[in-house]
């Protein structure tokens, strides 16, 4: 059974300094998909993950997988208040129906 | 990618009733999965429905609980039954969209008194 973990769980930020999630996986998984969140929201899309050493990158925010480790991170740079939110990562394994095994979430919270 | 209408955005609803929600999709899609967002947690696949056949639900969800109708390509209901506080959370439709992406709806936060 695919088991996702990411951490840290909560993470306060300074705006300005580059910061780091991580996203562990259990099992061999097809896709890696990382979600924003702001409070009352619904889930929006950031980055899909679909092969050893991918890297995508989007304003301050970078991506990327190591299917080896079964470690995706994503990355932070310069933080600014924008970015605050919970951050999910998800992964697919098609075999077992395709459907997404969520981590438990990183809320992010940036301080001036 | 998909555009899915989901309704209603949010309810209040008496313990004992059922609450139905509605998931519609602008395209045809083959699966369209359940989600719960307790609050303050991550989201679990309540469970996955194909048009035509019986939805497959994950461990700790069960039919009785959480009906689900899938009966054409675009459009799903869950009914939540037979509520309780404890099913207070939001609930969020999914489809898996071409780019192996995939869509979510709104939700619909219930709380349930």
């Known amino acids: 059974e695919l088991k996702v973990e990411q951490n840290p769980l909560f993470l306060s930020m300074q705006e300005g300094k580059n910061y780091t999630i991580y996203c562990n996986y259990s099992?061999?998984?097809?896709?890696l998909y990382w979600y924003r969140q702001d409070p009352g929201k619904s889930l929006e899309s950031l980055f899909v993950?679909?092969?050893?050493?991918a890297v995508k990158q989007e304003g301050r925010l970078m991506a990327s997988l190591d299917t080896k480790a079964r470690l995706s991170t994503l990355h932070i740079t310069a933080a600014v208040h924008d970015l605050s939110a919970t951050y999910f990562c998800?992964?697919?394994?098609?075999?077992?129906?395709?459907?997404?095994?969520f981590g438990g979430g990183t809320r992010v919270l940036v301080k001036p | 990618s998909a555009v899915i209408s989901q309704k209603p955005s949010r309810d209040i609803c008496q313990r004992g009733t059922s609450l139905t929600i509605q998931c519609q999709v602008d395209?045809?899609?083959?699966?369209m999965f359940w989600y719960r967002q307790q609050p303050g947690q991550s989201l679990t696949l309540i469970a996955t429905?194909?048009?035509?056949?019986?939805?497959?639900?994950e461990s700790g969800f069960v039919i009785d609980k959480f009906p689900i109708s899938r009966p054409n390509l675009t459009f799903s209901t869950l009914t939540v039954s037979n509520m309780s506080p404890e099913d207070s959370s939001i609930y969020l439709c999914?489809?898996?969209?071409?780019?192996?992406?995939?869509?979510f709806g709104s939700g619909t936060r219930l709380t349930v008194v």
């Open positions: 999914s489809v898996a969209t071409g780019q192996e992406g995939y869509t």
């Open positions: 099992t061999t998984s097809d896709r």
């Open positions: 993950l679909l092969s050893n050493g």
């Open positions: 998800a992964a697919v394994v098609k075999a077992a129906g395709n459907k997404l095994t």
């Open positions: 395209s045809q899609v083959t699966m």
């Open positions: 429905a194909n048009q035509g056949s019986e939805a497959t639900y």
